[in-house]
């Protein structure tokens, strides 16, 4: 028997090991300047080493070198330059597109939002978010070349050996479109394909108050129901990029048909879709996912039942996606996130109620601490690990 | 905004810079002998670093190096010696106790099987598995120095934290009791400790055929159903340790009552209890797991029957929890996965009828590869995976 290909080992390659020596001699410059014989000591990396990678960092302008004195001896003393580098994270949902720029360092430099029509198309929405990336950029004062790239949220799975999105209901004009090509050429940078609740996952453990936390769930309630699952501080990707697909579990407590030809799952009783067409038998004028927690805030009995059952029901889906992945902490995101009595805490109980012991004892279930802004800075997050 | 602690960093202490650097030169000496020169060249290291933790080896016996000449110039040769290190792992299951042994080249060297009453306690079974443990280092020529470590598989969960056995159905008599102290003390070496699942997904992961797969589940079904869960080849653990807890997953065509205190979770249809205590309903003569494959085997429509709703249930377990983790794979293992027509196939229909696009045309389903031997293989894993 041979030794498996488990533990992903660093590809003997020279450019793979000049990577890993570089990002050693970041990490500890990330502290302050130090000095080429420091660097050397610190890293057990040859001089010779040290200095050929502070060259090429000096040379792309990540670094600076100056003589100085260190012990009374003279020594190259080296500092990361100040960065003008952003990313852009790009979130589009069902009825807007929200961008914003943040730096490396996780400051967030600006945002803009845009309203969409419902069924608006891929071709339409990306001229919209072109025009909005330039505004975005003028704003904060940065060029195209300063953009390292641009992450993209779209609303629903992807599949990411061909870039399109698989399932139609939320965006069905954009299903099967390859969004990738497209998306470069339009911004003339790398980007990257996110769906929207693993961008919130992102959003959450690289924006949010929460950032000690390593292994964390966020569940995405909107017109679909999904989740984003960051275990170890990197999000769960799926083989193919598909996972935290919880909007089709079945529930016990219900047998309605869904749109994916199973009875009862999750999407039926607690997505905002679903709840608009309750309240709306029940006589009630609403028009968009807004008007739910509206009613609700004003006292309405069938908005405050409905959201009460919509809580009992994700909260047993996440019971049982506690109970699989065991997070320190679930955070709910999208807009009925707001209504603590009506809907977080029913969802609380219920997942309580489903999950084996420790995991009941021990999960935190939270809203989202970055609210519209999650999913966008998730978007961010994308580009900014895979520079890191 | 601070940068997050998200990606875990290498400590910066000198001894995790060191251990780091010893693997280095591992991976390269893997591969065949080298100079320490060459060493030098291939990780940028310097040679006083090479040359120090080459001694280190030496000394420990892990290497050997001799003066030879490159390129006409005096060097020092450095070869990984062959090593006597195995890993011993201690499959604990309601009704028996397993041991194997073998290489950190997973070559399995020689095991050992005791049939155990039920409600064995923990102190009769530690002083079978240490008898047995004596016999087997005999069996294969190890003296209980060479043991690099004992890796040892309960069946339930366990809270990483005080390394006790949380869930009582299982292995009643063991709840609450600290574990690592007694094996530790028992074995004289070091001893981890997992859950049987987790251990069957490492064991598939590492010794079973499916070495190629990096994200893979391994369903346990046995007196308890249980999932393990590999990512990006290493176990899944939960933040407290626990994870693949599908066993009370509700399933939408059952109200019976579970142990836990919900109705309709996936055990009541689908462990090995229930089956035998439906078939004892139904009159058959049964008091084992293995009766189950012997009935159904025979052609007893009760038990392929009863086999079919099993393998239902499970599959739509399953198809939540593929759709939650996106796997390539789903292994089952236990008395059962040997029956293909009667259970496996069942349960890969309903897999796929409750599995998102994508993961239903992608994912597949397959018996253990490596049988009753899986999850004692995958304590050998644990051992060897915290070693390398």
Redesign the interface.
């Known amino acids: 028997?041979?030794?498996?290909?488990?533990?992903?080992?660093a590809p003997?390659s020279q450019s793979a090991?000049?990577a890993r020596?570089r990002q050693r001699l970041r990490?500890?410059l990330?502290d302050g300047p130090a000095t080429q014989a420091q660097l050397?000591r610190?890293?057990?990396?040859?001089?010779a080493?040290v200095s050929n990678i502070v060259a090429e960092m000096v040379d792309a302008g990540a670094a600076t070198r100056e003589a100085t004195t260190s012990s009374g001896r003279r020594a190259w003393q080296v500092s990361l330059t100040a960065s003008r580098e952003v990313a852009v994270g790009v979130d589009i949902g069902r009825r807007h597109v929200r961008l914003v720029a943040a730096t490396?360092?996780?400051?967030?430099l600006g945002e803009r939002f845009v309203p969409l029509p419902v069924g608006h198309t891929a071709q339409r929405t990306l001229a919209v978010a072109v025009e909005e990336y330039r505004a975005l950029l003028e704003e904060i004062g940065r060029r195209n070349e300063d953009v390292i790239g641009v992450g993209v949220g779209i609303p629903g799975?992807i599949?990411q050996r061909s870039h399109t999105v698989?399932?139609g209901a939320i965006l069905p004009e954009w299903v099967g479109i390859d969004l990738l090509p497209g998306l470069e050429r339009a911004f003339n940078r790398p980007v990257r394909i996110g769906n929207d609740a693993n961008l919130g996952a992102l959003g959450e453990?690289?924006?949010g108050d929460h950032?000690?936390v390593?292994?964390l769930v966020y569940i995405k309630v909107g017109t679909g129901i999904g989740?984003g699952?960051v275990?170890?501080?990197?999000l769960?990707?799926?083989?193919?990029?598909?996972?935290?697909?919880?909007g089709?579990?079945?529930?016990?407590s219900s047998?309605v048909v869904c749109r994916?030809g199973?009875?009862?799952c999750l999407e039926t009783v607690a997505s905002t879709k679903s709840l608009l067409d309750n309240l709306r038998l029940a006589g009630r004028d609403v028009s968009t996912s807004e008007d739910i927690p509206r009613l609700a805030q004003s006292g309405d009995l069938a908005a405050i039942r409905f959201l009460e059952d919509a809580g009992r029901a994700i909260g047993?889906a996440s019971g049982?996606?506690a109970?699989?992945?065991?997070?320190?902490l679930i955070v709910v995101g999208g807009p009925l996130a707001c209504l603590e009595a009506e809907f977080i805490a029913p969802l609380e109980a219920s997942m309580r109620?489903?999950s084996?012991?420790?995991?009941r004892e021990?999960v935190r279930v939270l809203p989202s601490s970055r609210g519209d802004l999650t999913e966008a800075l998730g978007a961010v997050a994308l580009i900014l690990?895979d520079a890191?």
Chains 1, 2 share one sequence.
């Open positions: 028997m041979t030794r498996p290909p488990l533990t992903p080992r003997g090991l000049r020596n990490e500890i990330a050397s610190s890293t057990g990396l040859s001089p080493t490396a360092a996780r400051q967030l799975p599949d698989i399932e453990a690289h924006f950032r000690e390593s292994n989740a699952i275990v170890g501080g990197s769960l990707a799926g083989a193919l990029g598909v996972s935290g697909e919880i089709h579990m079945g529930l016990q047998d994916c199973n009875r009862g047993e049982h996606l109970n699989i992945l065991g997070p320190e109620r489903h084996v012991p420790l995991i021990t690990t890191e």
